[in-house]
């Protein structure tokens, strides 16, 4: 499928436990994002990459882990999840800094 | 600190009506400032971008507008649909030559479209 896809799409967890949210693009942008979204608060960037091995801290980092590889996957890995990580995870790319970024579907996480 | 408001937090609407939705923010240097929707449950869809030099731009029945000068942006919808109900989303981007990690997003604006 073109565009940009996230797996899964629901995802329940324990505290304490790894989980990885997978986010894939076909338009071979360079940049790509990941944000969460909670109830009163706008989308936070956590991580973005710049290009394939180039990742760089958002706003909030902590807690959270990501790798690049190749050019069209960007996941994003809770390596001890912890219930203030329940939130709506989306993945983002663009091609530069001044166009657009097309947004994923989302990803609802809840840890229990 | 940088920050972008929007008001009103919610509106609800009657179908055909027109609407405006606004943005202030207190983002330097700017690079340009977007406006997204996003309807319940899916991710932001980019309506508009708009950079310094740009006052208005029209996406169909969305326009936006841009006072640089009084860091204000306004998103107009024309003669509303049912499914114009969603929420706006106002991001403003800062300037530090091409870095992408410098989106500032409001809150956004949940709007209702009534029959």
């Known amino acids: 499928d073109a565009g940009i896809t996230q797996s899964p799409r629901y995802k329940i967890t324990e505290t304490g436990r790894q989980v990885t949210l997978m986010c894939h693009q076909t338009?071979?942008?360079?940049?790509m994002f990941w944000y969460r979204q909670d109830l009163g608060h706008g989308l936070r960037l956590i991580y973005y990459s710049a290009a394939a091995d180039i990742t760089d801290k958002g706003e909030v980092p902590d807690g959270y882990v990501v790798s690049r590889s190749k050019t069209e996957n960007f996941p994003l890995t809770l390596e001890s999840a912890t219930r203030s990580q329940t939130s709506v995870y989306f993945c983002?790319?663009?091609?530069?800094?001044?166009?657009?970024?097309?947004f994923g579907p989302g990803t609802r996480l809840t840890v229990l | 600190k940088n920050q972008v408001e929007q008001s009103p937090q919610s509106l609800i609407i009657l179908e055909g009506k027109n609407c405006t939705l606004q943005c202030n923010y207190t983002v330097s240097p700017f690079s340009n400032l977007r406006w997204y929707k996003q309807d319940t449950g899916r991710g932001p869809v980019s309506l508009t971008i708009m950079t310094f030099s740009e006052n208005t731009k029209s996406n169909g029945r969305y326009t936006a507008t841009l006072d640089a000068d009084t860091k204000q942006s306004s998103l107009h919808i024309t003669a509303s649909q049912l499914s114009d109900s969603a929420s706006y989303i106002c991001v403003v981007s800062l300037h530090y030559g091409g870095s992408q990690g410098n989106l500032i997003f409001g809150k956004g604006t949940k709007l209702s479209v009534k029959p």
């Open positions: 983002a790319s663009s091609e530069s800094d001044v166009r657009e970024q097309f």
């Open positions: 338009w071979s942008h360079s940049y």
